[in-house]
């Protein structure tokens, strides 16, 4: 099944430093999308960028995508305790449809040290 | 609603007990997600519900897991004669049918002792 594999698995930074995580997938997709969770539950959804985008901004994120590498990045710029988190990218299987459902990674772990 | 609302927010259940985890998704989500997550784990699809179509169930680990959605609403998932393995947290999430964000609940954490 599609899935997509996060790296790193975890991630320490200073807060004030930018932090980039990264998402690579096996076949073609119609959309990828971000999710961020903290402490093990309630995840929030982050941003989706489409296969016809490069480059998606939502305030302290961008987001890459570039298809022919099959790899998407998500970079927080400016980093923030409160940005202490798991990262997850998800993908919906190929094609989309009405039989659609989300496969998730493991996720990046990310520490944003005070 | 707001958003997504699960209960119970935490349930510890003696091996070899039923539980039922309620999920109330988004009003107007025709489509209902499913998930489960062990500790320290990426999340595994369970179910999948959208309208009144037949519900995907490919995700469901064993025939112990049940889920069902009444009236394309309320959605409850039903894991029969618990196991320790069992133990995880339940995510629920809705989104509509022309949307592709999905909406996640604070999730249901069971612990089977």
């Known amino acids: 099944s599609q899935q997509g594999e996060e790296d790193p698995q975890a991630l320490s930074i200073q807060e004030g430093e930018n932090a980039t995580m990264n998402c690579s997938y096996k076949t073609s997709i119609n959309n990828l999308q971000w999710y961020r969770q903290n402490s093990g539950r309630g995840l929030v959804h982050l941003i989706l960028i489409r296969s016809n985008e490069r480059e998606k901004h939502s305030g302290r994120l961008r987001v890459t995508l570039d298809t022919s590498k099959k790899s998407s990045s998500l970079l927080i710029t400016a980093s923030r305790a409160a940005d202490t988190a798991s990262y997850f990218c998800?993908?919906?299987?190929?094609?989309?449809?009405?039989?659609?459902?989300?496969?998730f990674g493991k996720g990046t772990l990310l520490t944003v040290n005070p | 609603g707001a958003g997504v609302s699960q209960s119970p927010s935490n349930k510890v259940t003696e091996k070899g007990k039923d539980v039922e985890l309620r999920c109330d998704p988004i009003?107007?989500?025709?489509?209902l997600y499913w998930y489960r997550q062990s500790l320290g784990q990426g999340l595994e699809f369970l179910i999948y519900?959208?309208?009144?179509?037949?519900?995907?169930k490919s995700g469901l680990p064993s025939d112990r897991f049940s889920a069902e959605r009444t009236g394309g609403s309320v959605s409850t998932l039903t894991i029969q004669r618990t196991q320790q393995e069992d133990s995880a947290v339940y995510l629920c999430a809705s989104s509509s049918t022309l949307g592709n964000t999905i909406y996640f609940g604070e999730g249901s954490w069971l612990t089977v002792v």
């Open positions: 009003s107007g989500h025709t489509a």
């Open positions: 998800a993908i919906p299987p190929g094609g989309g449809g009405s039989n659609y459902k989300l496969t």
């Open positions: 519900f959208q309208g009144n179509s037949a519900p995907d």
